[in-house]
């Protein structure tokens, strides 16, 4: 009978001393969260408060939502890409070229066109994948700085700062003028680069004007299907061809970043805030609240990156390209 009491004392002394709490707080996957701390699945190492979501479909940061976290992201015709946290890959959408399916390779930059994308691997040299038409499949095989898929053609900066393009050169898109360049934008049938010297240079179509560059010091250029948008050295910006759909009518304020589509463009103020302008037919033009790092114009739809790293799509969604996931 004295033992049967000593015992029971003993398990009242535990029960008191807090040691079932120190058990209940075990980190049981080793990935320095507990339940108590937040980790919503303690059996799974990858899941806890501190990870990053990879659009995989799984809530691996815990909190409740199963998100997508980029380093990049491009928004193309009926598809998107981007680049992971771990460098790889990612494209959702229309996929009837291939353009959704995506190398398994280390990247540093990407660029969706209409049906297929061009990206820079580790050593800067062009991947391509998607729609095989016109030799935009067919970059020269040299580093790249930078690179812009159009709708059949590309261009890039090599590490000279001398641009290149190649690919469908129908209304002269695939010739770019000489000179030392920092980046280039290639869309319809038409592109736009900014020298090292900040003045802009166009070539191409230019039925509206769309390549009829302003005078001044720029620091970004990006175009659409026939208008163009840039940012000037102070943070404004000005656009200049067609403006049926008030494409060409940016707004006010002071801009670090920005991107045309189809008929409609986006960029991003100096407090990470966006503001979008032109065609609204599918609330392309109509972005999110919040703070963002990077957005992403494509046909009819756009894509952001938001400080959290987690990209955000909107606009027109018949192909899933504002679905990013796998």
Same mark, same amino acid.
């Given at each position: ?19 079932? =709490? ?139 700062? $001398? ?9 002269? $898109? ?8 920092? $980046? ?87 407090? =990470? ?41 909107? =606009?027109?969604?018949?192909?899933? $390209? ?5």
């Amino acid at each position: 009978m004295f033992l049967l009491l000593r015992a029971a004392f003993a398990l009242l002394f535990v029960l008191s001393s807090g040691c079932v =709490g120190a058990t209940a707080a075990l980190d049981n996957d080793g990935d320095g969260f507990s339940p108590n701390e937040g980790d919503c699945d303690d059996t799974n190492p990858e899941r806890h408060p501190g990870a990053s979501d990879r659009c995989d479909g799984m809530d691996r940061n815990c909190d409740g939502l199963p998100g997508c976290t980029l380093q990049q992201v491009s928004a193309g015709g009926n598809h998107s890409c981007g680049i992971g946290t771990e460098g790889t890959a990612l494209c959702w959408g229309g996929n009837e070229d291939g353009q959704a399916d995506a190398p398994d390779l280390q990247l540093t930059a990407i660029s969706a066109g209409d049906r297929y994308n061009l990206a820079l691997d580790s050593q800067g040299y062009v991947i391509e994948w998607g729609f095989h038409n016109s030799g935009h499949s067919a970059p020269p095989p040299i580093p790249f700085a930078q690179l812009s898929a159009g709708i059949e053609n590309g261009c890039g900066v090599d590490l000279d700062a $001398q641009l290149h393009c190649w690919g469908d050169d129908g209304e002269g $898109q695939s010739v770019p003028p000489d000179g030392e360049f920092l $980046q280039v934008s290639s869309a319809w049938f038409h592109s736009c680069a900014v020298a090292i010297d900040g003045s802009l240079a166009c070539w191409g179509y230019n039925t509206d004007g769309q390549s009829n560059a302003p005078q001044g010091r720029f620091l970004q250029v990006s175009t659409g299907r026939y208008h163009s948008c840039a940012i000037a050295e102070g943070g404004g910006i000005e656009c200049w061809g067609r403006n049926s759909a008030e494409q060409s009518s940016p707004p006010q304020g002071s801009f670090t970043q920005l991107s045309a589509g189809l008929d409609h463009s986006c960029a991003r103020r100096q407090d =990470g805030a966006l503001l979008c302008w032109g065609r609204d037919d599918h609330g392309q033009s109509s972005p999110p609240s919040g703070s963002f790092r990077q957005v992403s114009v494509g046909s009819s739809h756009s894509c952001a990156i938001g400080d959290d790293n987690e990209v955000i799509c909107w =606009g027109e969604d018949r192909d899933g $390209q504002t679905r990013p996931g796998p």
